[in-house]
């Protein structure tokens, strides 16, 4: 999949959430690129842009040897590590660092992107800081999911053959949201599922509530009440009361009125 500025983004957080958790003063990242290589885009914390724009090959210094391992690693003096290549120690001397860590970004067993916390004096780096980094990994993992499948559906979409497909991944990714607990990446979710959707224009002349468009969701794939309820985690009754609801902002008569009445609102793919 190509990087875009919305993946850039999401490493840019995860340097703030990774400072913010660790204490570390600094934090850098970026994404993989073309072949073996990895470019350093994000800064936090950093005191001079020694660092922005270099590129990291497979295998080389700390970041390199992340890439190649897949597996997070640390130095607690950079310079004088017997551990990493040193490919890479005049701008790390530049900025000034000593103990640096390394997590690689993993989605579908590919190595996508480095985060990188720092210190600036020789001190062990691990335990509860290596966790948190490594957890600030997982969050963009999670995000770089929901955008890879987004981007794969949007460019499937049409009314050809794998169609319904494309309906049958809105609704279960409509019927994932309400189970994740970390607000950002639900949001991010839940923007996944707009981009299937048909930009009308006419959803905002129909309100829906997000629970209807879910049961919609379902239904459109082929759902019954209770294999919507069962997704949804609710019960049919409850089902049938949002799809009620409806098909009545819809002036629908029936199941299958709703979902095209719903598709050509804008809310369903």
């Known amino acids: 999949m190509t990087a875009d500025a919305s993946d850039a983004a999401e490493i840019r957080n995860a ?18 690129e073309a072949g073996q290589q990895m470019r350093i885009s994000e800064l936090s914390g950093t005191a001079t842009p020694a660092l922005r724009s270099l590129v990291v090959t497979s295998g080389t210094g700390l970041g390199g040897k992340t890439v190649a391992l897949s597996r997070p690693c640390v130095v607690t ?5 017997r551990q990493i290549s040193h490919e890479y120690d005049a701008p790390v001397a530049v900025e000034g660092l000593r103990s640096v860590l390394a997590v690689p970004v993993v989605v579908r067993n590919r190595v996508r992107g480095v985060l990188y916390g720092a210190l600036r004096t020789a001190l062990p780096l691990g335990g509860r800081m290596l ?40 609704a279960a990714l409509r019927a994932l949201a309400p189970r994740i607990t970390d607000p950002e990446l639900r949001a991010e ?21 997000p629970r209807e468009v879910d049961v919609l969701a379902c239904v ?23 799809l009620r609801s409806a098909m009545r902002k819809l002036r629908a008569r029936t199941r299958g009125e709703a979902v095209v009445a719903a598709r050509r609102a804008g809310w369903l793919p």
């Open 15 to 32: 340097l703030l959430r990774l400072r913010r958790g660790t204490g570390l003063p600094v934090a850098f990242g970026g994404l993989m």
């Open 220 to 242: 459109a794939a082929g759902a019954t009440n209770a294999v919507a309820a069962e997704r949804l985690g609710v019960t049919p009754e409850t089902v049938k009361g949002h």
């Open 77 to 81: 003096d950079y310079s004088a590590s």
């Open 189 to 209: 979710l839940l923007g996944a599922c707009a981009l299937l959707t048909a930009d009308t224009g006419s959803a905002a002349r129909v309100r829906l509530a």
């Open 131 to 170: 966790d948190t980094a490594v957890e600030a990994a997982r969050d963009v993992e999670r995000a770089l999911v929901v955008r890879d499948e987004a981007r794969t559906l949007a460019a499937g979409a049409g009314t050809g053959p794998g169609w319904e497909q494309v309906r049958e991944a809105h």
